[in-house]
């Protein structure tokens, strides 16, 4: 189906605009409302989401879901103090009520009126395509039909299968009282598979899945057949598990989505608020060496239709490389413009929302570790007796003291070098700045997961990416079952 694409801006007005009446002058005539007190700065933050699902299994439609949502978020900054009010009426009443709610924090804030913001130039990281309709809805569940007959076709011993598709088409425009009027129209795409095995009695799960900032025409067949390949593989894999053996051992990371521990155990601990407060195990430490020679972890939204990219972010800041830990050594946090002004920095282009109806806050978009010059196959080879994690299910993580439990839902047994067998119930214990001090040795073989991530953060999700190469670390903890 071809689409028709128009500029960010054209969207912003034909959708959040022109139905309601507002125009330019609403928006002087909010802020300047706000203003009238002594108020750092103000913003203005339209919304306007389409989305989409559906769920297949047992080769049944079992849910099918559909929805819009509209609104303005409007806040103002004092000092450490925030307002904040948020209306799911687009009108210019609406508008003027929240910005007289907000206003009142100047009475009770403090000044510290920010320089203006020099304007740069925006991304065109994906295109404006509207995913919702990038296809008739029977060719979505033709789409999951397809990919639960080939998992079933992949082996015989597949019992179950489960798939869902899911699309949103997102358009936000932010104003602000420092004369900024940028837009963003974000599209984005997820298919998720899981499959049942079952042999001798036993049933065991697999799961693949991915996305991007693109149309449903990214899920070709061969994109379909590497995740039907994934999801059998994983659950065949531990039908022949046998328990993990607990203790402590060298265990060697896979490439990919094993970049979730380095998001979730480093990753928040260089947000920027968690520093500026204190709260985290990495306060007040850059310079410092927090990691290895040879580990340089990276914050980047600007990667072209990448599932944690973004044109701008949700501050109107355009994205950008932030180079976090380089070679060991820290570098630098992750800010939004509040935070940024208190920490008297610049912003880095993190801050994000959940929707209109939230705060935006530091956030992290793709975040990963760079490749370093080993072969994956000399990192297995070097170890004597270890776990091989290829892939991981939950985990949980302490951002004051770096603590962190993650699940291996695919591991396997390193025994003189090799990979032998497969285990399961494997869990990683430890310390996420220790653990970077560890890594002995980092594969060249970088590569981004595909494209599944999803980030909570004080009741907030956002999309993300998460990328490692394979790496070895020394003297971590294996909690098992054995």
């Known amino acids: 189906m071809n689409a028709v694409v128009m500029p960010a801006m ?9 139905p309601w009446g507002l125009s330019n002058r609403d928006f002087d005539r909010a802020i300047g409302e706000i203003m009238l007190h002594q108020v750092d700065y103000a913003d203005l933050y339209f919304q306007y989401t389409r989305s989409e699902g559906w769920s297949l299994e047992e080769g049944i439609v079992k849910t099918g879901s559909f929805s819009i949502s509209q609104g303005v978020g409007v806040r103002a900054v ?65 789409l999951l039909e397809r990919i639960e007959r080939m998992a079933r076709q992949r082996d015989p011993h597949v019992v179950q299968v489960m798939a869902g598709l899911g699309m949103e088409y997102d358009v936000v425009l932010v104003v602000g009282s420092d004369g900024r009027q940028c837009a963003d129209v974000r599209p984005l795409v997820r298919l998720s598979l899981t499959v049942i095995a079952q042999k001798d009695g036993r049933r065991e799960t697999g799961n693949a899945g991915g996305g991007a900032r693109m149309g449903l025409d990214y899920f070709s067949d061969e994109l379909l057949a590497e995740y039907v390949d994934k999801a059998v593989g994983e659950a065949l894999t531990n ?8 203790g402590e051992m060298t265990v060697v990371l896979g490439s990919g989505w094993p970049g979730i521990l380095l998001h979730e155990a480093v990753g928040h601990g260089l947000e920027g608020d968690f520093n500026r407060k204190g709260s985290s195990i990495f306060a007040g430490r850059i310079g410092e060496r927090v990691a290895s020679k040879g580990v340089t972890v990276v914050d980047d939204g600007t990667l072209p239709d990448r599932r944690g990219s973004l044109n701008m972010d949700d501050e109107g800041n355009p994205t950008q490389r932030n180079v976090l830990i380089e070679d060991g050594i820290l570098r630098g946090y992750l800010q939004d413009t509040t935070n940024a002004r208190l920490m008297n920095v610049a912003p880095t282009g993190n801050g994000r929302r959940e929707s209109f109806a939230h705060l935006p806050m530091p956030r992290m978009t793709n975040t990963y570790m760079l490749a370093g010059l080993e072969e994956p196959e000399d990192i297995i080879k070097s170890v004597k007796r270890g776990l091989y994690a290829a892939n991981f299910g939950g985990g949980q993580v302490d951002i004051t003291s770096g603590k962190f439990v ?10 003189d070098g090799r990979i032998t067998y497969p285990v399961k119930g494997a869990t990683l214990i430890g310390n996420g700045p220790d653990s970077l001090t560890r890594v002995s040795m980092v594969g060249h073989d970088l590569q981004l997961d595909s494209g599944v991530g999803t980030c909570g953060k004080e009741g907030q999700s956002v999309p993300v990416g998460v990328g490692m190469p394979t790496i070895r670390i020394d003297g971590l903890t294996v909690g098992g079952t054995a």
């Open 10 to 18: 054209q969207s912003a007005q034909s959708l959040l605009l022109d």
């Open 78 to 142: 004092s000092g450490e103090k925030t307002a904040f009010a948020y209306s799911d009426a687009l009108s210019s009443d609406a508008l003027m009520s929240s910005a007289r709610a907000v206003r009142e924090i100047a009475r009770v804030g403090q000044s510290r009126r920010a320089p203006p913001i020099q304007a740069l130039p925006a991304h065109a990281l994906y295109s404006g395509i509207d995913p919702v309709a990038s296809l008739p809805a029977q060719e979505k569940v033709a």
């Open 239 to 246: 039908l022949q598990a046998k328990a993990a053996p607990a």
């Open 406 to 415: 993650f699940s291996a839902s695919e591991a396997y047994m390193i025994e």
